[in-house]
């Protein structure tokens, strides 16, 4: 009887870990990091909002925020587009996206302020959004590189106009 009890445990705990190990592999996780414009200075937030696939549905639970004020962004499996959004002053304005077109629309398509990233290029090399907010010039403060795994963007407050609009 000893050994069929150290064999029911032994398969628990293999299962346990088989599962565990399928289980991590249904996610994905990126790190992101939100730059302002002006400053280069890593914005520190737990206010994102996420969106995957074209979908309107946002997920703000998915973002948690880490030491150094990055987020780290825990993904579905079936997650192949992202788009991420965050907001300030008490979740009641939204960061202005610096990778944004100034696409205003034509006869063919609606106005696509939105850009959306690959998920497999995020995890396999990094993104660094586009920073169209500023000239052509871009200070060195505002050069960064993305890590495999890693996401960045740059953002900036509306300004009073948009807010108004808004």
């Known amino acids: 009887m000893d050994r069929r009890t150290h064999r029911a445990l032994l398969f628990i705990v293999c299962l346990a ?62 997650a192949a587009l992202l788009l991420i959004h965050a907001t300030y002053d008490d979740a009641t304005q939204i960061y202005a996206n610096c990778d944004a077109d100034k696409d205003h629309g034509s006869a063919e398509h609606a106005p696509s302020p939105d850009r959306w990233y690959s998920v497999a290029e995020i995890l396999s090399s990094g993104v660094v959004a586009p920073n169209n907010c500023i000239g052509k010039k871009v200070p060195e403060k505002l050069q960064v590189v993305a890590k495999p795994g890693e996401f960045i963007f740059f953002v900036r407050t509306l300004n009073s106009i948009e807010r108004f609009r808004d």
């Open 17 to 78: 870990v088989f599962c565990g190990s399928v289980r991590a592999q249904t996610q994905k996780t990126v790190t992101i990091r939100m730059v302002d414009v002006r400053t280069g200075i890593l914005i520190a937030s737990s206010n994102y909002l996420v969106r995957i696939n074209h979908q309107q549905t946002e997920h703000g639970d998915w973002v948690q925020k880490n030491e150094d004020g990055s987020g780290k962004l825990s993904l579905p499996a079936d």
